[in-house]
T-cell receptor
Framework: DQQVKQNSPSLSVQEGRISILNCDYT??????FLWYKKYPAEGPTFLIS?????DKNEDGRFTVFLNKSAKHLSLHIVPSQPGDSAVYFC?????????????FGTGTRLTIIP | DTGVSQDPRHKITKRGQNVTFRCDPI?????LYWYRQTLGQGPEFLTY????????KSRLLSDRFSAERPKGSFSTLEIQRTEQGDSAMYLC????????????FGSGTRLTVV
């Protein structure tokens, strides 16, 4: 039961341009959405999140968009920098009391070309 | 505080042996999580503690797996009678409360079963 899909395993973007990473989900119970970044040999690092009551959240160069009707989550990075090269995971949560499980996508490897 | 620490970083074991991993969370964090990540996949939830109480367990956590957090500080994850399918990166994360959805992950323990 694959509830979360990141359909692009890899993405290459020129430095300075916009990077757009996408996730689709099927479980309508998800109400909190997160993005993590992972460098090799390190654990995932939290980037940005959004709750289901919003459709956009911005933090510096990172903006997360949520389209609930389409069950689609995206992350925009602009301008892209070489240090953004990493694997990006979307993650989803159902905010019931006592439910702490995050469901992760399979990841997209982003490569920023100098 | 240097973040979430996991020990060892790498473990190679023969099939059938038992292994134990340790996680030291950020000291003020009362919630602790174990995830497992295999190649090409995102992290998968295994279990979660609030203080010393284990509150949620995944179906992935078979009878051969046991996790403890005896004093509400560090945690251990033991795998008995290891199988080749147990080869994965085991990630630990911690958070201060349920509002802190951006968990802090450790760098993981990579287990190879030969």
């Amino acid at each position: 039961d694959q509830q979360v899909k990141q359909n692009s395993p890899s993405l290459s973007v020129q430095e300075g341009r916009i990077s757009i990473l996408n996730c689709d989900y099927t479980n309508s119970m998800f109400d909190y959405f997160l993005w993590y970044k992972k460098y090799p040999a390190e654990g995932p690092t939290f980037l940005i999140s959004i709750s289901s009551i919003k459709d956009k959240n911005e933090d510096g160069r990172f903006t997360v968009f949520l389209n609930k009707s389409a069950k689609h989550l995206s992350l925009h990075i602009v301008p892209s920098q070489p240090g953004d090269s990493a694997v990006y995971f979307c993650a989803f949560k159902i905010s019931n009391f006592g439910n702490e499980k995050l469901t992760f996508g399979t990841g997209t490897r982003l490569t920023i070309i100098p | 505080d240097t973040g979430v620490s996991q020990d060892p970083r790498h473990k190679i074991t023969k099939r059938g042996q038992n292994v134990t991993f340790r996680c030291d969370p950020i000291s003020e964090h009362n919630r602790l999580y174990w995830y497992r990540q295999t190649l090409g996949q995102g992290p998968e939830f295994l279990t979660y503690f609030q203080n010393e109480a284990q509150l949620e367990k995944s179906r992935l956590l078979s009878d051969r797996f046991s996790a403890e957090r005896p004093k509400g500080s560090f945690s251990t994850l033991e795998i008995q009678r290891t199988e080749q399918g147990d080869s994965a990166m085991y990630l630990c994360a911690s958070s201060a409360n349920s509002q802190s959805y951006g968990y802090t992950f450790g760098s993981g323990t990579r287990l190879t079963v030969v």
